[in-house]
């Protein structure tokens, strides 16, 4: 069963940066996207990122792209996502989470009900 420990969270300014971190475990291929889900109180989840674990694609949402950026060490089997030029709107709960490889047409489309096996979560918030 593949587990996350989420780390990084925090309080920022608009305009700053944060480096959300995910150690995972317990996976039994490497046929699988692994990234991150936000969910903001009263709004949908909303997938954010994931790097394909094979050939370390990365898929981003419209809302983040050009100031996020998701890596992986894959030899310490995490996960990282930068993230640059922070907005009030980014505050949120960043879960890891992993899209399996039955959704792999579309691991583009980061949709949040495609992710499964969530870490407990890491509080985002940034402040105007």
């Known amino acids: 069963e593949a587990q996350f420990v989420e780390s990084g969270g925090g309080s920022v300014q608009a305009g700053g940066s944060l480096r959300l971190s995910c150690a995972a475990s317990g996976f039994l291929t490497d046929d699988y996207c692994i990234g991150w889900v936000r969910q903001a109180p009263g709004k949908e989840r909303e997938g954010v990122s994931c790097?394909?674990?094979?050939?370390?694609?990365?898929y981003y949402a419209e809302s983040v792209k050009g100031r996020f950026t998701i890596s992986s060490d894959n030899a310490k089997n995490t996960v990282y996502l930068q993230m640059n030029s922070l907005k009030p709107e980014d505050t949120a709960v960043y879960y890891c989470?992993?899209?399996?490889?039955?959704?792999?047409?579309?691991?583009?489309?980061?949709?949040?009900?495609?992710?499964?096996?969530w870490g407990q979560g890491t509080q985002v918030t940034v402040s105007s």
């Open positions: 790097i394909s674990r094979r050939d370390s694609n990365t």
């Open positions: 989470a992993v899209q399996g490889s039955s959704f792999r047409s579309t691991w583009h489309l980061l949709l949040p009900w495609d992710f499964g096996a």
